[in-house]
DNA sequence: CAATGATTCTTTATGGCGTAAAGTGTGAGG
DNA sequence: CCTCACACTTTACGCCATAAAGAATCATTG
């Protein structure tokens, strides 16, 4: 089940996010493990288990007990936050502008796609109050240059970049939960739509009939890649098209008055 | 923490969506209580506290202890695959085009934004892999109606519904999650962009020199509604913006080749 | 060089969770 | 009236985050 994940304390938060952990070194035992390693393994863990991994996964992983993590971190929610603004450091802080706003942000949406697909669990910290770490603000700056240099107004601008924010991490959690669901249950997309729709059609045989629009837009299928699962395919392809037709009501604006 | 819910035994899921609690009536003791009930209580709790809601908040609810639900209902997971559904059950099933296309879609978007704001830990529940129930199917075929009314083919059409879905789940999250914030710390979002702020703006003191374009979003804001807190406010215009830019990529397709 | 005390890490304990298993009481069917 | 299916409670188990207290380590001070 799920709670909203982050949100730790601002102050504790935010000096480990921008300053990393202080180094006093005087006395007692050396410190063995770091705030920076402790990340790297809850976000092993977490890119595996999602945000309902333990601290006692996260301090097996580095050879301690849940508890050794204490030192470091104030508590799960911080240790969240600080994961969350890691995730975000392999995005670009800029992208280049030579072939227009609309590749740039194709770009940008593909960059931040493959991110939220690989750490599924960043799309499950809360966006209402961001986190506030560098990165983060690193990621929405690149996104902001490129809007900015189409010349809208501020407030088109944010609207548009809420969209495509939007859009970016929906369409990626679609692929995730997919690999998720797939990957904890060892069902395949095919056989799960199997066992569901036969129950199905046998409890309400009609249903083409009841919900004959639904079965309108299953037409006109692309040749699916045999590679990937079922649901990825479709989620790939909605991607692409669903992209191309918001880029296209940017482009209305644009151009237009 | 979060961990996706639903996707409980197909079975007994869909024989629950589709069919209710049979009804056989022999010996032993009248059931106090019913699925319906359960699910209603479940759904009050959960508008409360969201999927983390427990089962023993829900027992208590109705006077029960949290056992008590497993003679009506497999499991928390199943549980929340009706109230899933149920959350669905106050959308329409289809919508007059006689204003046209246009302002169909509209109307759609905002019932179910509405809906999702109403019942937040809807968005929480695994989109991949679909509960299957009636309200669901219903609601997806009145997107579906709209649609397909436009004559672009099935592939353009499942994108586009795609980014609609997308940019509704993601918009109405975001407000979502700003009362769901605010709710819980009591913090009102002035407050607690005060605090983040005032550590960072110590921190980092040239914030506005490193991420100049940020800085530019903000500017042209509307003149908010002072009634309403101020990231709520931020999330409504970026809805009415987004949404108009949405359609106007559609608009584009429709009317183009 | 020993004593001090801060620091790291472990152990133990608390109160929460979902739910398995076993027990209790009710009431219709034989 | 007896039986036994059923609704419901009690108890218990293994998870979880984390508070509190103890053990080990080591730079510093007398």
Redesign the interface.
């Known amino acids: ?5 982050g ?1 730790g304390d ?2 504790r938060s ?2 480990l996010l ?2 990393g952990a202080a180094e006093t070194r005087r006395p007692g035992s050396k410190p063995a493990l770091s705030v920076d390693a402790i990340v790297d393994a809850a976000i092993a863990v977490a890119d595996e288990q ?4 333990s601290m006692r996964a996260v301090g097996e992983r580095l050879g301690r007990t849940a508890m050794a993590l204490y030192t470091y971190v104030p508590g ?1 929610n911080e240790l ?1 936050d600080l994961m969350y603004d890691r995730a975000l450091a392999g995005l670009p802080g800029s992208y280049s502008l030579d072939e227009g706003w609309r590749a740039a942000v194709t770009r940008w949406a593909h960059d931040t796609w493959e991110c939220y697909v690989r750490h599924p ?1 960043v799309l ?1 910290v ?4 961001p986190v ?1 770490g ?1 990165h983060e ?2 990621t ?2 690149a996104l ?2 490129i ?2 240099s189409t010349g809208l ?11 495509l ?3 970016v ?3 990626a ?6 690999r ?2 797939s990957g904890a ?1 060892g069902e395949a ?1 095919e056989e ?1 739509w199997y ?2 729709s036969a ?2 059609v046998e ?2 045989p009609d ?1 083409e009939k ?5 079965h ?7 040749p699916a890649d045999p590679e990937l699962p079922y ?1 990825e395919n ?2 790939m ?17 644009v151009t237009q008055p």
Do not use: C
């Not at 089940?1 to 994940?5: E, N, T, W």
């Not at 999602?50 to 991994?53: T, W």
């Not at 309108?216 to 692309?222: A, I, K, Q, W």
């Not at 392809?237 to 209305?252: H, I, S, T």
């Open positions: 089940m799920v709670v909203y994940a949100q601002p102050r935010i000096e921008w300053r999602g945000l309902a991994f799960k969240v669990w499950q809360s966006q209402a109050r506030l560098p603000f690193a929405t700056e902001a240059a809007l900015v107004p501020g407030r088109r601008l944010r609207g548009i970049a809420g969209a924010h939007y859009f991490r929906g369409a959690q679609t692929v995730a939960e997919a998720a669901a249950t997309d799960w066992a569901r129950v199905l409890l309400e249903l009841k919900y004959p629009m639904l309108v837009l299953e037409h006109d299928r692309e649901l479709d989620a392809e909605n991607f692409r098209v669903g992209l191309r037709v918001l880029l296209d009501g940017v482009e209305a604006a």
